[in-house]
């Protein structure tokens, strides 16, 4: 265990373990990113759209006449429009369908109803006024319980009378008798309800596309916001009959992911059918109450969990029963064969030896989703479910959350781990990375500064969170969405004069990829880093992948890359023999060349090969250097962490602060060790931001209570504290960098952190749980009833 | 977000604006720093026909004392207010209220005037002028009158300006001695509207009594309004915690607040008792001078 | 559809346009001149990525309008850089790794301009508290802050000998 592995290339080569500053940031930090609002076409036209006041209602009628004889308009399209098209529904990632627009029926407050087009935005804002929708409103379903009532209303009917229910689907993981019997025999049992409410990933740009179809060339230019553009163009192919490779989807620079941007929104199937129609570009750019009301939520998990325990704090099993809300139509991004995500990775840092999860689903008059918030396919709900929960199985038995940690923890030597949901941790060191995060933070010395305050009548809480994180989805046996297997790919091209470019399946939105996917080929290849451009987002030049999610990218497209890197390094071998007049098997590689064993004066750098490549190749081989890897990754890869946070409460108006927070990350080898810690800070803040801040909540009539920045509220500079950060290293043993993924360690791994240690200062008054967010409202509530305020 | 069509005049000297004003009553709406219209202009809950700047107006943004009393132009912005060190050591409460209205942006283009004639029970500025028994300055084409804050603040969004007057300057008086003021904001993040807002001003007599009180409250009725009842029990008081917790109880018992995303009226109760007290302890301290 | 002429000075040169009177300062900038460093949010001025200055007061231009700066010497993120060379600002943001997906960062950029402008020689928490209106969702602003302290420690060191003492 270390806290960076030490780089092995010069910092002009800048490969593995260099903070190589960003290549992507000399056009950001002079305003010359070209991000989706950018992008103007000649002849370019703007969409804009009318959107329900109700979240459930029938539509009467819709009177654009108005709205057509205002200037500029071209167009109002609306769901009986698209009917004639069979296009008013559409299929989701998740296998259920959705609607593109409504013909008699809208679902959620905020649903596309028409679309304007228009020559200006500003003639489409203003012509949405007027156009005219007769709804009649009809009962709202918002809480999933409800929702499978037997008389709650039927949401769905199109699903056909033998599904006249809210009932989406049920799935279950583990051995439910061998479970039911591990707790059976449990000295005691510890139950815990959490509820982890529904958010926004927010990023800071809002989706959009262009969408530019050429009558002529029978052509699709699909210009859009988009964390997955192969999917993209496949599913846009599929919906609209025009092959693949008359479609071409460009990404541009993406304001921020998170996972917002996977689903394919109805706003661009429409944009789509209306460039079609018209034959001019498209554009349609959200404001950010659309983006808040009408795109994918993340979360909206109901937990039942119960933990069974020995009296000496042993745990012997974990049982687990969940309520998921999807809003009107489940379009979850989760691998097909993943319905609730990766959350029976819910037994988490701990040796179980019994476990069973089960989810159901429910319809209810909210949007559609969910994706992620940053996270690996639904383990923040996870994480958070058993991370309270051993926190209260502590409580339970009288030790101290830590101690309790230590004692149940997978140990070093137990790795690769089976856990009895089916996953296989790769790697772990799971109380080394604890007693660093206690040593840092000072955790004794906490503990008698809390002591003392309590006797004082002040309130100050420590909470732990020991997270285990499931990313790099995924091998091909187990994952795929819409059938489309999970793998990643690398296309790399070494130029004669030695630079080089690599194209990726996967795709940047913050995340650096055109500077750590550089370092990997330098690291491989001893090509600078600087002389190896990074490309994705392009369909057109792109290898197909399936996109950046789920901290993918490193686990499947940063293999593929080191994959690629080594298989060009085997033919620049074949050239040094050549050139070297040598066997290939007397060779050795170090350093960018390839040497004469035993004669190390004897060598060919790898820019000298690359030229040879293209103008001295041997007879009988290919000319030029380039190859392409698909990497099917063998298994997952688990990073993981300790967080110990510090919180101190105003009893008077019951707002939390943070003190401090440390986090020990462990995401195996590192590649840009600056990057990572920038993961990892944006991470925290996202973790942060639900834990205290963020939630869209919804009112009994199905109203959106949180839809302009102003009620949904993102942390600023001032709520975040100044995060500290450590690392331990556990390389992953089957990912050949031998690294992770840290994109969502923390934001998967901090909530529990925060809400642990709020009810930590709360527990001496006999507080055993809290959902986030801890607003002061909420914890004054608490304060309030225990006679503290 | 895009607003719906108006026009714009930027007239030169307040005679113009005021006779813009009185030619288009009912149509034209003042656009001061833009930082409270704007955005209801954009999510089209305010539809004017005119908007008229009073940016090319002299004369607007100052910041004067007389020997009577403060006069804050209406056009002062928020940060002109917060940096201007006479008043805050006269009115300590005004550079506590300044340096929260919203974020430096917001402070640097809004104005007193544009917040206080907004009227939006949530912003900071009235419960101020109302604890300091300050008045506004109005003028239209036919003359100017003063109108005391306190009966100025008629219901959300509305106020006793008429549609052809403009909000030329906020009055303050001069602080007496052993005057002590402060403004407590609870905030759910930085740049948010109060949850509660607390304007406090106590001066005291030569036995450490109260001799006058003022409270101000934001966003805890459907108008900024003054604790009335609350401040006579203060009067002839020992400046005290006890009182100023028996002062927040009497506070929260003229408050009629609603429940929102900030929280429930119960949590908005118990936080005027609360950041009451606060309000009147800082105030308190800093009469005394030991703050 | 009646419009009104503008004529503003953007990074030093007059621009001119008819607009309508209505047209935010926003689109005036990426839309009518074609400047799209400065970007849009959240549409409510809470988030600060439209950060301008307008006659050197950074402003929210998505809640200004184009007639509001008539006349008006408006800096945008393309007028820092100078002569080639990077603003201190720019090139801290670099060098601290104070950006990721780059969405937020001009106006980030432009409200630490103005920060440092008031302010040249701020605590961590008058940073904090000066970049208040701008929300960023990918650093944590741990190097934010950062970034701006080392532009901060800069600007201070190429001032010219005195002039910190001259206007004080």
Redesign the interface.
């Known amino acids: 265990m270390t806290e960076a592995q030490a780089p092995t290339t010069t910092a002009e080569v800048a490969g593995m373990g260099h903070s190589m500053k960003r290549k992507e940031d000399p056009r950001f930090i002079r305003g010359q990113g070209e991000y989706i609002e950018d992008v103007v076409l000649p002849n370019m036209v703007w969409m804009d759209i009318v959107r329900s006041p109700y979240a459930h209602a029938t539509i009467k009628s819709i009177d654009a006449s108005e709205a057509l004889a205002m200037p500029g308009v071209l167009a109002v399209i609306t769901g009986k429009d698209l009917e004639k098209a069979g296009l008013h529904w559409m299929p989701t990632l998740a296998g259920d369908k959705q609607m593109v627009l409504p013909v008699d029926t809208v679902m959620y407050q905020a649903q596309e109803v028409a679309a304007v087009i228009a020559e200006t935005r500003y003639q489409a804002a203003d012509a949405i006024q007027a156009v005219y929708v007769d709804y009649e409103p009809l009962p709202v379903v918002v809480d999933p319980f409800k929702a499978l009532e037997p008389d709650a209303p039927v949401l769905r009917p199109d699903r056909g009378p033998e599904k006249a229910n809210n009932h989406i689907w049920h799935w279950e993981s583990g051995d439910r008798a061998a479970t039911d019997a591990a707790l059976a025999a449990s000295d005691r049992v510890v139950p815990i309800d959490v509820y982890i409410p529904r958010i926004h990933v927010a990023s800071i740009e809002t989706c959009g596309c262009v969408a530019d179809f050429d009558p002529v060339r029978g052509h699709l230019d699909f210009h859009v916001t988009s964390q997955a553009a192969h999917v993209y163009r496949t599913v846009i192919s599929l919906v609209s009959g025009i092959p693949e490779s008359s479609i071409r989807v460009k990404t541009h620079d993406i304001g921020g992911g998170f996972g917002g941007k996977v689903p394919v929104y109805p706003g661009y199937v429409i944009s789509i059918v209306a460039s079609l129609t018209l034959g001019r570009p498209v554009k349609w750019i959200e404001d950010r109450s659309e983006n808040l009301q009408a795109d994918s939520f993340a979360r909206d998990y109901h937990v039942h969990a119960e933990l069974g325990l020995q009296n000496d704090g042993t745990i012997t099993g974990l049982r687990v029963k969940t309520l998921a809300d999807h809003g009107y139509s489940d379009a979850a991004a989760d691998p097909s064969k993943f319905p609730a995500g990766l959350f029976n990775v819910i037994t988490g840092s701990y040796d179980i030896p019994q476990a069973f999860v089960e989810v159901d689903a429910a319809y209810t008059n909210k949007p559609p989703g969910g994706v992620a918030y940053r996270c690996s396919f639904r383990v923040t709900e996870a994480v958070h479910t058993i991370e309270r929960l051993v926190d209260e199985a502590a409580r339970v038995v009288g030790m101290d959350p830590a101690a309790f940690r230590m004692k149940n923890f997978i140990r070093k030597d137990q790795f690769p781990y089976h856990t009895p949901t089916g996953w296989d941790y790769d790697s772990g060191d799971y109380h080394t990375a604890l007693r660093k995060a206690l040593d840092l933070i000072g955790y004794d010395e906490l503990r008698k500064e809390q002591a003392e305050k309590r006797a004082r009548g002040e309130l100050m809480g420590i909470g732990i969170s020991s997270f285990t994180e499931i990313v790099g989805a995924g091998p091909s046996h187990t994952f795929d969405i819409i059938g489309i297997k999970m793998f990643d790919s690398a296309e790399l091209r070494v130029h004669p004069t030695g630079s080089a470019i690599l194209r990726l399946g996967v795709q940047s939105q913050g995340q650096g990829h055109e500077t750590t996917f550089a370092q990997i080929v330098a690291e491989e290849l001893g090509i600078p880093a600087s002389k190896v451009k990074v490309e994705e987002g392009d369909t057109d030049t792109a290898p197909y992948g399936l996109g950046t999610y789920a901290s993918r990218s490193t686990p499947v497209a940063g293999a593929a890359t080191a994959v690629v890197s080594r298989k060009i390094r085997e033919k620049a071998r074949h050239l040094a023999a050549h050139l070297l007049e040598c066997s290939a098997d007397d060779l050795e590689w170090t350093n960018g060349k390839w040497s004469v064993r035993g004669s190390p004066d004897r060598f060919k750098t790898i820019a000298e090969l690359a030229f040879a490549a293209y103008t001295n190749h041997p007879q009988g081989m290919e000319a030029g250097l380039e190859a392409v890897d698909y990497y099917d990754p063998p298994n997952l890869t688990f990073p993981f962490g300790s967080y110990v946070c510090v919180v101190d409460i105003d009893k008077g108006t019951g707002q939390v602060s943070v003190r401090r927070f440390v986090a020990v990350d462990d995401c195996g080898n590192i590649i840009n060790p600056m990057i990572v810690d920038g993961q990892i800070h944006g991470g925290l803040t996202m973790g942060l931001a639900p834990s205290l801040y963020e939630e869209i909540p919804y009112d009994e009539n199905g109203n959106n209570l949180a839809g302009t920045f102003m009620d949904y509220l993102l942390p600023t500079a001032l709520e975040t504290p100044a995060w500290e950060t450590a690392k331990t290293i556990t390389p992953s043993p089957h990912h050949p960098l031998g690294a992770k993924g840290v994109g969502e360690s923390a934001t998967v791994g901090a909530p529990p952190a925060i809400a642990n240690a709020v009810v930590d200062a709360l527990s001496h008054l006999g507080v055993t749980h809290m959902d986030i967010p801890l607003t002061p409202h909420k914890v004054w509530r608490v304060l309030h009833e225990k006679g503290v305020a | 977000m895009i607003p719906g069509q108006f026009e714009y005049v930027r007239p030169g000297s307040l005679d113009e604006a005021l006779r813009i004003l009185r030619d288009r009553e009912g149509e034209a709406k003042i656009l001061s720093g833009g930082y409270s219209l704007l955005p209801l202009l954009k999510l089209r809950l305010a539809q004017p026909a005119l908007l008229v700047d009073l940016q090319a107006v002299g004369g607007l943004d100052g910041i004067a004392r007389t020997d009577d009393d403060w006069r804050i132009g209406g056009r002062a912005t928020h940060r002109r207010i917060l940096e201007h060190d006479g008043l805050a050591a006269e009115w300590p409460i005004i550079r506590d209220t300044a340096g929260g209205i919203g974020d430096p942006q917001v402070r640097n283009w809004g104005t007193i005037g544009g917040s206080c004639a907004h009227a939006d029970p949530g912003s900071d500025w009235p419960a101020v002028v109302l604890a300091l028994r300050g008045s506004f300055t109005c003028r239209s084409a036919g003359g100017e009158r003063t109108l005391a804050a306190r009966g100025f603040f008629l219901d959300t969004f509305q106020t006793a300006i008429d549609a052809t007057e403009v909000l030329t300057e906020v009055r303050l008086p001069h602080a007496p001695g052993r005057t002590g003021s402060a403004y407590v904001k609870l905030e759910r993040r930085a740049g948010d509207f109060a949850t509660v807002g607390v304007a406090a001003v106590l001066t005291l007599d030569d036995s450490g009594r109260i001799a006058s009180a003022g409270i101000g409250l934001t966003a805890v009725a459907e108008t900024p309004f003054a604790a009335t009842d609350a401040e006579a029990a203060l009067v002839g008081v020992v400046a005290h915690d006890e009182a100023f917790g028996v002062a927040g109880g009497i506070a929260a018992g003229q408050a009629r607040p609603t429940s929102d995303s900030h929280g429930p009226a119960e949590y908005k109760l118990a936080m005027v008792r609360e950041i009451t007290a606060r309000a009147l302890r800082l105030a308190a301290s800093r009469a005394h001078g030991t703050a | ?2 419009t ?1 002429h503008v004529s503003v000075t953007v990074n030093g040169a007059v621009r001119e346009a008819d607009v ?5 300062l926003v ?1 005036l900038l ?2 009518v001149f074609g ?15 439209c ?1 301008v200055h307008v006659n050197g ?4 231009s998505c ?3 184009a ?2 700066a ?1 006349g008006a010497s408006i800096t ?3 007028g ?2 100078q002569g080639g060379k ?1 603003h201190p600002l ?2 801290a ?3 601290q ?1 104070g ?8 106006g980030m ?1 432009m ?1 630490s301009a ?2 440092l402008g008031t302010n040249p020689d701020p605590t ?1 928490h008058d ?19 950062k970034a701006i302290q080392q532009a901060a420690a800069e600007l201070r060191a190429s001032e010219p000998e005195g002039a910190g003492a001259a206007s004080a």
């Open positions: 559809m009646t009104q309508e009177p209505r047209l935010l689109h990426r839309d400047l799209t460093g400065t970007h849009t949010g959240c549409d409510t001025s809470n988030c600060g990525a950060t007061e950074s402003a929210k809640t200004m309008l007639v509001q008539n945008t993120i393309e820092m850089e990077l720019q090139q943001f670099w060098d790794h950006l990721q997906c780059g969405f937020c960062t001009p950029i409200q103005w920060l961590d940073v904090r508290e000066g970049i208040a209106g701008n929300l960023c969702r990918c650093t944590g602003y741990v190097n934010i802050v």
